[in-house]
């Protein structure tokens, strides 16, 4: 399902990384799961059936006792029914075959119970035992399935963390981020559509971190330098919300101001946030300097 969703316009490192993810997920269904799935077939199921099998044996010699019962019951009442008959001349050779009968039902009940007894006996005592070879072959399965899976999903671990694959997670992130900010936000008044601030991975600090959230556009430097009616502040004509003077947040990142109104900052600086434009940029004070900074370059503290 996942792999379905990547089309023609993914990156070719991407989608490469899908195709590894596929062929891993074919060469563990075709190629290791079937030898294992016999193994499960012989050492798994064939004796927990051959239990139950046994079981069912048990439950077969249990019905086969009530009918030896019965008979025997049956046999007995009848010998004393013949033995108390007064009329013991006529009735003797009826007497002589019920008790040959109830003798015959005896042995069959006696021989039964003493049978089933023992069988029960062993079921109950012993019921561990007869799992001892499944439960050791489960555990064998398991292993192999998950050490053969591992070694094929640590290949596709290795190659995610290429940096090429990283870089360009950073850049279809950044890319999404745009998108969903250009369709859920309007651009502020004055502000021309082409001066939204990019935070492009060129203006990541020295670190080497990337952005962890991204506020689309470029050219934020055209927008605010000297001469642009705009450089005057963003917020001037646009909508902006104010900090109050109390709001103070972390710089996560370094940043290098590209224009004099924007503000150089250290990775860890505090800065004092004075206005909160709508357009991604926010104007703070570090230590008496004050100028604009890229939202996502910071954290509330």
Partial sequence: LLCSRYNNSASTEIKN???????????????????????????????????????KSIKEDEERRKRYLDDYDHYRHKKKTLEDDPKQDKVAAKLRETEGKL????????????????????????????????????????????????????KINTAS?????????????????????????????GIPAGSVPNLSPDRVGSNGGSSP??????????????????????????????????????????YEATADTELDMKEDDIIKVIREDDSGWWQGEIDGRVGWFPFNYVEEL
């Fill in 17 to 55: 990384l899908v195709v590894m993810l596929n062929h891993v997920s074919h060469n563990l269904s075709d190629q290791i799961r079937p030898p294992l799935d016999d193994t499960w077939s012989i050492h798994v199921q064939a004796p927990v059936h051959k239990m139950m099998e046994r079981f």
């Fill in 161 to 189: 963390r290429d940096d090429k694959i990283q870089k360009k997670m950073v850049e279809e992130a950044r890319d999404l981020s745009q998108a969903d900010y250009a369709a859920n936000n309007k651009v502020p008044a």
């Fill in 213 to 254: 959230r991204a506020a689309p556009g470029d050219n934020f430097e055209d927008a605010f330098s000297p001469g642009n009616d705009a450089a005057k502040s963003p917020a001037a004509e646009a909508p902006a919300r104010s900090a109050g003077g109390q709001k103070r947040v972390k710089a996560m990142f370094a």
């Fill in 103 to 154: 003798q015959e039902a005896g042995n069959k009940y006696f021989t039964m119970n003493e049978r089933l007894s023992a069988r029960l006996r062993i079921a109950n005592e012993r019921k561990g035992q007869m799992l001892n070879e499944p439960l050791l072959s489960i555990v064998e399965v398991q292993h192999t399935f998950f050490n053969e899976g591992w070694k094929e999903i640590n």
